[in-house]
């Protein structure tokens, strides 16, 4: 740490690595790029290359050689916990892409390991860090939309990720669905009670995995108030993702804005370019997330987005696999969300 900058680390190179290492290579203020680390030792070589910037040969060189004062976790979702916890032992902070892990006590492992060594823990909920969520959550928070009667939220994929990610992911819940029941519990409050149903429409393949392409979860909070989510892997028209939260004195709605402030007008209709992916709609949430981590070792305060919120919302994505498999809905007890 150096001249009030932080030096980051990247584990995993995939989509969000790739993300994450442009964003703290050049977009963050307050982070420098230290090193960068994949099992595939030529796409290391070359995100190293375009930043220049170290490839680490393994996770032990990258935590142990190039003096590291955190680490981004951005590898396959099932190698989350263990390069968390490899990483919290080595005293490294962490900012690790949801979910922790696909299994509870993991979560909680990696949780009550980085309590105890002190180190930040940061989970990738970017939606928190997105200008208007923020707005739309101190609107709430302030009172100015009275009490919160309902909540809308929609995720809607333009088309489905490779199937060798979805067989791993976890299904639509734990990997769709968390970031709306984290965004969920971050702009209204606690969940108690979860009930889903899914469907597979497009695709066998997803009954083949147990998985499904469109569900929808409707909840309760522990207000009263009433919620509910769409999802789908098939929209089609575009990435969209948008929140409703309906209110006694108002109402705030954060829409999908559009790929350009551009609008083509031509007899009888009028068009704008859509957003076809999340590193679309959340380029800037991205980068603040990531800026946000490096404050948050800078001035040891606790991450927006903490180990606590991704053990919740797992306990909710979890909730929703249930009942979309039984029928029922889901009650949660005192110990989860």
């Given at each position: 740490?150096?001249?009030?900058?932080?030096?980051?680390?990247?584990?995993?190179?995939?989509?969000?690595?790739?993300?994450?290492?442009?964003n703290?290579?050049?977009?963050?203020?307050?982070?420098e790029?230290?090193?960068?680390?994949?099992?595939?030792?030529?796409?290391?070589?070359?995100?190293?290359?375009?930043?220049?910037?170290?490839?680490?040969?393994?996770?032990?060189?990258?935590?142990?050689?190039?003096g590291?004062?955190?680490?981004?976790?951005?590898?396959?979702?099932?190698?989350?916990?263990?390069l968390?916890?490899?990483?919290i032992?080595?005293?490294?902070?962490?900012?690790?892409?949801?979910?922790?892990?696909?299994?509870?006590?993991?979560?909680?492992?990696?949780?009550?390991?980085?309590?105890?060594?002190?180190?930040?823990?940061?989970?990738?909920?970017?939606?928190?860090?997105?200008v208007?969520?923020?707005?739309?959550?101190?609107?709430?928070?302030s009172?100015?939309l009275?009490?919160?009667y309902?909540?809308?939220?929609?995720?809607?994929?333009?088309?489905?990720?490779?199937?060798?990610?979805?067989?791993?992911?976890?299904?639509?819940?734990?990997?769709?669905?968390?970031?709306?029941?984290?965004?969920?519990?971050?702009?209204?409050?606690?969940?108690?009670?979860?009930?889903?149903?899914?469907?597979?429409?497009?695709?066998?393949?997803?009954?083949a995995?147990?998985?499904?392409?469109?569900?929808?979860?409707?909840?309760?909070?522990?207000?009263?108030?009433?919620g509910?989510?769409?999802?789908?892997?098939v929209?089609?028209?575009?990435?969209?993702?948008?929140?409703?939260i309906?209110?006694?004195a108002?109402?705030?709605?954060?829409?999908?804005?559009p790929?350009?402030?551009?609008?083509?007008?031509?007899?009888?209709?009028?068009?704008?370019?859509?957003?076809?992916g999340?590193d679309?709609?959340?380029?800037?949430?991205?980068?603040?997330?990531?800026?946000?981590?490096?404050?948050?070792?800078?001035?040891?305060?606790?991450?927006?987005?903490?180990?606590?919120?991704?053990?919740?919302?797992?306990?909710?994505?979890d909730?929703?696999?249930?009942?979309a498999?039984?029928?029922?809905?889901?009650?949660?007890?005192?110990?989860e969300?």
């Open positions: 740490m150096s001249a009030g900058r932080v030096r980051l680390g990247i584990a995993g190179l995939g989509r969000m690595g790739r993300v994450h290492a442009a703290a290579a050049g977009r963050c203020p307050s982070v790029l230290a090193a960068v680390f994949d099992p595939l030792a030529e796409c290391a070589a070359e995100i190293a290359g375009r930043f220049g910037v170290p490839a680490a040969p393994s996770l032990e060189a990258l935590l142990g050689e190039h590291l004062d955190g680490v981004i976790i951005a590898a396959p979702t099932g190698e989350h916990a263990a968390s916890l490899q990483a032992a080595a005293g490294c902070h962490v900012l690790c892409e949801k979910p922790i892990s696909l299994e509870r006590e993991p979560t909680l492992s990696v949780t009550e390991a980085a309590a105890k060594a002190k180190v930040k823990l940061q989970v990738g909920f970017n939606r928190r860090y997105d208007a969520n923020q707005a739309a959550a101190e609107a709430r928070r009172g100015e009275g009490e919160v309902l909540f809308r939220s929609s995720q809607r994929d333009m088309s489905p990720p490779r199937p060798e990610f979805l067989s791993g992911s976890g299904g639509i819940f734990r990997d769709m669905g968390i970031h709306d029941f984290d965004a969920a519990r971050f702009l209204v409050g606690e969940i108690i009670e979860v009930a889903a149903a899914g469907t597979v429409l497009s695709d066998p393949g997803f009954t995995i147990g998985d499904y392409d469109t569900a929808v979860v409707t909840v309760r909070f522990a207000n009263g108030a009433l509910l989510f769409d999802l789908t892997r929209a089609g028209y575009g990435y969209d993702s948008t929140v409703e309906m209110g006694a108002g109402t705030v709605r954060v829409e999908t804005p790929l350009l402030n551009l609008e083509w007008r031509r007899p009888g209709a009028a068009t704008r370019p859509l957003v076809s999340y679309q709609r959340y380029g800037a949430a991205f980068v603040a997330e990531v800026e946000a981590f490096a404050q948050a070792i800078l001035e040891g305060s606790e991450p927006l987005a903490t180990g606590a919120d991704a053990l919740r919302a797992f306990d909710l994505a909730a929703a696999t249930r009942s498999l039984t029928g029922q809905p889901v009650r949660l007890g005192a110990g969300a």
